[in-house]
């Protein structure tokens, strides 16, 4: 990749995006150009790695609060239901005792 | 935290319960709600189902995830035992050990945003002074708010729940492998959540949180 053949010569062009379009750049032909290809190939390969291992962060992250979620859920049912069989109703998103109950 | 070996994961199975759980709660929730809905939603509520177990499990599952997902180095050890006590510390400071099975899982639930929060306080600080990226940055961010909104919707939930003084909820919990208990509050809550040291006070401390 970056490689371009032109009257038999190998030129190294480096490609970047540039307002939602792909650009070349043109970075230079010989040992030069090999060595910046090297240098390029070793960034992407770094930043896949990098990519992977932010991804299996997200992952972990995500798992633990869907697992704090469910938790959280399971806990306000718990409380919700103490609430309402101890003689308190919902109105307008708060608890109010029922009349006529004695806790 | 001390008995983290001997404890089983939380089973997603049990999701479905829950949702069952909540469609009763939903039809109780009314100001006039039907005489056998509410017995409906007593019975599950004391039922050997242990969604109170369940609730302490996963709450002690999501603390364990979350301890496992920082890098600690060479300190491991050490950061651990320092947050568990930091763990044990707010258990202290909101009566723990005297409190009624709810409050006992709500202190718990605010033990566990505290230590999810505390853990994003580090690696945002790690993230955004690192050589992190800017979408990085914004993830850790984010998470960072969401933790402190959670964290502050688990004290207010314990606080409301303190004020209205509730009577203490007899419930059954079955051990694993053991013979039915039939227990009152406090003594149904210790099989059902984290153990806490002995040195806990017994005087009820209010609300009081760092």
């Known amino acids: 990749m970056g490689w371009e053949d032109r009257d038999g010569r190998r030129y190294y062009y480096r490609k970047k995006r540039v307002g939602g379009r792909v650009v070349s750049e043109y970075v230079g032909a010989g040992l030069l150009a090999e060595l910046s290809a090297q240098s390029a190939e070793q960034d992407q390969r770094r930043a896949k790695i990098e990519r992977r291992k932010w991804r299996k962060t997200v992952e972990a992250e995500v798992a633990i609060d869907r697992l704090m979620s469910d938790a959280g859920r399971l806990v306000k049912a718990l409380t919700d239901a103490t609430l309402a069989i101890n003689g308190y109703h919902r109105h307008k998103g708060q608890w109010r005792k029922r009349k006529g109950t004695k806790t | ?210």
């Open chain 2, 1 to 210: 935290m001390n008995d983290q070996a001997n404890l089983t994961p939380a089973k997603p199975a049990k999701l479905d319960e829950i949702d069952a759980f909540i469609a009763v709660l939903r039809r109780v929730e009314c100001e006039k709600p039907k005489p056998e809905d509410v017995r409906e939603l007593r019975r599950l509520l004391k039922s050997n189902e242990t969604n109170w177990q369940l609730a302490g499990d996963m709450m002690q599952q999501a603390q364990r995830n979350a301890l496992n997902s920082i890098n600690f180095g060479k300190s491991k050890t050490l950061a651990i035992e320092s947050i568990e006590e930091g763990m044990q510390h707010i258990r202290r400071q909101l009566s723990y050990a005297t409190s009624p099975m709810l409050e006992k899982l709500l202190i718990e639930q605010v033990v566990t945003a505290w230590l999810r929060l505390s853990i994003c306080e580090v690696k945002y600080s790690h993230n955004v002074s690192g050589e992190s990226s800017i979408q990085q940055a914004d993830y850790w961010d984010r998470a960072l708010s969401a933790s402190q909104r959670r964290y502050l919707r688990a004290i207010e939930t314990l606080a409301r729940v303190r004020r209205l003084k509730l009577p203490a909820l007899q419930v059954n919990v079955a051990q694993s492998g053991a013979k039915q208990l039939n227990v009152a509050s406090s003594a149904a809550s210790s099989a059902a959540l984290p153990a806490v040291p002995n040195d806990a006070p017994n005087a009820k401390g209010g609300d009081a949180i760092e």
